[in-house]
């Protein structure tokens, strides 16, 4: 079975920058990257590896949702200056870079998808939780940094919801990480009751007379922005990439 582990590229290196204690070593930085990548290569022995990196261009969420994302830190300068050498000495060790046009993220979930809708089996070496919506079994996530793969019973009990209501758990409480907003005054826990006991958002708004009058106009108020949350948090898993996996292949493995 191919077996594809995918960086999301940006979310480790940033992450292993921001623990330097002089941030403009990028020599340093690189040399614990490529570290970082053989320990997952011998961990994980997969037949195709590629680090996906965010790009420049403006995200579709930021286009739909001005807010999006707001007040991120920027990306350090020292980082942003050395990048490029980074990923030449990632690529010189026949690793595949892969750059997105905006966030990784969709060009994540659309390789992993493709790839094991044709029986092969992907590893996303992220910490970010909105992965965890991609429910195919042999789709998993795992933490470099915890060195392990994340915990869904963890987060299902942290949240209060099933795995497969995560995206709409988000669309009612919001996910302060990317600014996007869910339903005005309902909260983490408001949201998982509800879930708990309509199971989806359509059913939530079917049956808002059934619900207490404070917390039903809270809903009504917020109901477009509870739809545009939803488009917000989903992962887009189509993405037209023209790419063959062939491309990915990791030479160790030949």
Known sequence: MNRLLIIDALNLVRRMHATQPDESDIQSLTLRTVSAINKLLKFHEPSHIVLVWDGSEES?????????????????????????????????????????????????ATLATKLTSSGGEAIIVSTDNGFTQLL????????????????????????GVERAQFVEYWSLAGATGNKIPGVTGIGPKSAAELLKVFRSITNIYASLDAIGDKQAKKLAEGKEMAKL???LVQLQCNMPLNLSLSAFRYAGNK
């Open 136 to 159: 195919h079994p042999n789709i998993k996530q795992w933490d470099h940094f915890s060195q392990q793969y994340l915990d869904i019973n963890a987060l299902e009990q942290k949240f």
């Open 229 to 231: 949350s939803y488009k």
């Open 60 to 108: 579709w969420r930021k286009r739909l949702f001005a807010d999006y994302k707001k007040g991120r830190k920027p990306m350090p300068e020292s980082l942003a200056s050395g990048l490029p050498s980074l990923k030449n000495t990632l690529s010189e060790n026949n690793w595949h870079n892969l750059d997105a046009e905006s966030e990784a993220d969709d060009v994540i």
